[in-house]
Antibody, heavy 117, light 111 residues
Framework: QVQLQESGPGLVKPSQTLSLTCTVSGGSISSGSYYWSWIRQPAGKGLEWIGRIYTSGSTNYNPSLKSRVTISVDTSKNQFSLKLSSVTAADTAVYYC?????????WGQGTLVTVSS | QSVLTQPPSVSAAPGQKVTISCSGSSSNIGNNYVSWYQQLPGTAPKLLIYENNKRPSGIPDRFSGSKSGTSATLGITGLQTGDEADYYCGTWDSSLSAGKVFGGGTKLTVL
């Protein structure tokens, strides 16, 4: 059974780059036809889609974040990652990674990232 | 302000049925599949419905989804206290600002 686990610093300073990794277990990140996505949720608020990368390597990003976001895959580590540059307090949220295919979605448990000096 | 509009809250008694609406436009719900998610307190969202009305393996048939025009509806029958959660709709938006969009979420209270 495929599982996803987010990891990365829980505290990032303003103007720096937020970097998170999603480790995939129970299956290969390079097999099949999947979208590997990042979604975030500020405390007490709703979900915001950040972007995704397809198995082929093509990416889609939220237009409101596109200038600051990079999503990539590391097949050797069975991981995919999120980089969000020039962060501010408004980027404080729980960040989720997810896998999406034609049969549904699997989400990680999420990781809290706080932007503060 | 979310692209998709959901009621902030709904409530019903155990055993009863409840519906949650999700309203959008032709650039999102009108021309794309809708998904529904359940988020229990302190946990990650879980997919309940995909492609408007399909249930992933393991989701009971008490949960159902439908779509008509630019709106979608999640139905839950035989309400249980364990169904108390936040529910979100989501879909792709094909406008110039293309991307996945979500509703603001609906808090379900089982009285």
């Amino acid at each position: 059974q495929v599982q996803l686990q987010e990891s990365g610093p829980g505290l990032v300073k303003p103007s720096q780059t937020l970097s998170l990794t999603c480790t995939v277990s129970g299956g290969s990140i390079s097999s099949g036809s999947y979208y590997w996505s990042w979604i975030r949720q500020p405390a007490g608020k709703g979900l915001e889609w950040i972007g995704r990368i397809y198995t082929s390597g093509s990416t889609n990003y939220n237009p409101s974040l596109k200038s600051r976001v990079t999503i990539s895959v590391d097949t050797s580590k069975n991981q995919f990652s999120l980089k969000l540059s020039s962060v501010t307090a408004a980027d404080t949220a729980v960040y989720y990674c997810a896998r999406e295919d034609t049969l549904g979605e699997i989400w990680g448990q999420g990781t809290l990232v706080t932007v503060s000096s | 302000q979310s692209v998709l509009t959901q009621p902030p809250s709904v409530s019903a008694a155990p055993g009863q049925k409840v519906t949650i609406s999700c309203s959008g436009s032709s650039s999102n719900i009108g021309n794309n599949y809708v998904s529904w998610y359940q988020q229990l307190p302190g946990t990650a969202p879980k997919l309940l419905i995909y492609e408007n009305n399909k249930r992933p393996s393991g989701i009971p048939d008490r949960f159902s989804g439908s779509k008509s025009g630019t709106s979608a509806t999640l139905g839950i029958t035989g309400l249980q206290t364990g169904d108390e959660a936040d529910y979100y709709c989501g879909t792709w938006d094909s406008s110039l600002s293309a991307g996945k969009v979500f509703g603001g979420g609906t808090k379900l209270t089982v009285l």
